[in-house]
């Protein structure tokens, strides 16, 4: 078992549009968490992580990109900056994401830690 730690940054648009981070290959991990850091005074979003079992070709990502999506857990909610917890998730799942969503019509950043256990 080793830990694997990998940051993802996703940047919304100024509207309300969803925008997602690139999938993860989840097909090594067993267990995540998540550490949401947000700096910006004016945020007002949503976070959701999202998995997904699509098959991959021969399980790589860069050759084709999963398109079947699923909520994991409730989304984290986000209304002033601070550094937010996305508590242990068992994973057994091909793939990772997370999508942030705006509730105004502003652009906005969040900085994801990732630490997951892989095998």
């Known amino acids: 078992m080793k830990y694997v730690n990998f940051p993802i940054t996703i940047e919304t648009a100024a509207d309300n549009t969803p925008v997602a981070s690139a999938p993860v290959d989840a097909s090594q991990l067993y267990k995540m968490s998540a550490q949401v850091v947000v700096t910006d005074s004016s945020i007002t979003s949503s ?5 997904s079992n699509d098959e991959l070709n021969a399980g790589y990502l860069n050759l084709n990109q999963p398109v079947n999506w699923s909520d994991l857990g409730s989304p984290l909610s986000i209304a002033a900056p601070g550094v937010f917890l ?3 998730q068992d994973l057994c799942y ?4 997370f999508v ?7 652009a906005h950043t ?4 990732v630490m997951a256990l892989a095998i």
């Open 47 to 51: 976070l959701q992580l999202q998995v």
């Open 86 to 88: 996305i508590e242990q």
């Open 100 to 106: 942030l969503t705006n509730s105004d019509s502003t």
């Open 110 to 113: 969040a900085l994801i830690n």
């Open 94 to 97: 091909r793939s990772i994401r």
